[in-house]
Nanobody
Framework: QVQLVESGGGLVQAGGSLRLSCAAS????????MGWFRQAPGKEREFVAA????????AYADSVKGRFTIARDNAKNTVYLQMSSLKPEDTAVYCC???????????????WGQGTQVTVSS
């Protein structure tokens, strides 16, 4: 089993920045890809970004390209999501996930964190 714990969420004004972290523990020896997803009230979960185990491959949703950056530090078993130029429509609970392959598809991921709230005020 792999446990994932997110941190770094909060309230920020539009145009501001936040950095989310996702710390993995447990059976982290496998070369797991990591993803970030978000879910706003009344909406379905949507893909945000993903990164391969080596970090060589990344993917982003069109809505966040150029504003968000995903990165990872395997020595710390941690993945990050740097969010800049935040907009009110970025408001959501952000969850990280771990799985065997880098994918924008949530069913691919086997392990999920509880999420951290990001609220962007206008």
């Amino acid at each position: 089993q792999v446990q994932l714990v997110e941190s770094g969420g909060g309230l920020v004004q539009a145009g501001g920045s936040l950095r989310l972290s996702c710390a993995a523990s447990g059976r982290t020896g496998g070369k797991l890809a990591m993803g970030w997803f978000r879910q706003a009230p009344g909406k379905e979960r949507e893909f945000v970004a993903a990164i391969s185990w080596s970090g060589a491959s990344t993917a982003y949703a069109d809505s966040v390209k150029g504003r968000f950056t995903i990165a990872r530090d395997n020595a710390k078993n941690t993945v990050y999501l740097q969010m800049s130029s935040l907009k009110p429509e970025d408001t959501a609970v952000y969850c990280c996930a771990a799985g065997a392959i880098t994918s924008p598809s949530s069913p691919v991921y086997d392990y999920w964190g509880q999420g951290t709230q990001v609220t962007v005020s206008s």
